[in-house]
């Protein structure tokens, strides 16, 4: 019997998985083991803008405004997307620019749904300073930020609705969700 895991990376043949979603969502902490499961690399879209501005996001944020940072954003995503077999862990505003969808779609993109009260809860218990939400009302700014996302994340081609699974049982799950969405080359076409 073959390894699951070796028949989807062959299936895979090297693209890349992207996960979008909303801030809090667990791109990070699920896109981990699903990289190690994988035997793909992972990278933290974050961190390596962080590494190519040589600041933080919030004192991006704070120099630039959000349109630099976005466009910070889309340069480390294009260059992100020139490589192969990661898992990469975007930013929840990815998807705001239009033109990051080519670099998206070079791979698979999977949306991590959190349902708005689970992100509230996450975002309280979570340290990171989060520069779309430093304003007098953080939870309406968060609702503003679904409302216009939503439509955005639901272009991904997969969706995995996330209660309160473990990242590590997500990952799981993406893993037995992904077959659906590649043919396998083995399968002889019906005629």
């Known amino acids: 019997m073959t390894d699951p895991i070796l028949s989807l990376k062959e299936r895979l043949s090297g693209r890349s998985i992207y996960l979008i979603g909303m801030m809090g969502s667990g791109k990070t902490?699920?896109?981990?083991?699903?990289?190690?499961?994988?035997?793909?690399?992972f990278v933290?879209?974050?961190?390596?803008?962080?590494?190519?501005?040589?600041?933080?996001?919030?004192?991006?944020?704070?120099r630039d405004g959000e349109a630099g940072f976005r466009s910070i954003e889309s340069?480390?995503?294009?260059?992100?997307?020139q490589r192969h077999s990661l898992v990469v862990a975007t930013g929840g505003g990815v998807v705001t620019k239009p033109e990051n969808w080519g670099?998206?779609?070079?791979?698979?993109?999977?949306?991590?749904?959190?349902?708005?009260?689970?992100l509230i809860e996450r975002l309280r218990d979570d340290s990171t300073q989060r520069p779309l939400l430093q304003q007098p009302?953080?939870?309406a700014a968060l609702d503003t930020l679904l409302q216009e996302r939503r439509p955005l994340y639901g272009e991904a081609d997969l969706t995995v609705v996330i209660k309160d699974e473990s990242p590590d049982a997500v990952a799981?799950?993406?893993?037995?969700?992904?077959?659906?969405?590649?043919?396998?080359?083995?399968e002889q076409r019906e005629r």
């Open 103 to 118: 670099q998206l779609h070079s791979g698979i993109v999977v949306w991590l749904d959190v349902n708005r009260a689970q």
């Open 172 to 186: 799981d799950g993406i893993l037995q969700l992904l077959p659906t969405l590649i043919k396998d080359p083995t």
């Open 137 to 139: 009302n953080p939870e």
């Open 44 to 62: 933290d879209a974050d961190a390596v803008i962080e590494q190519v501005a040589g600041c933080t996001i919030p004192e991006i944020f704070e």
């Open 75 to 81: 340069q480390v995503l294009n260059a992100i997307s």
């Open 29 to 41: 902490s699920t896109g981990r083991p699903l990289a190690k499961r994988l035997g793909y690399g």
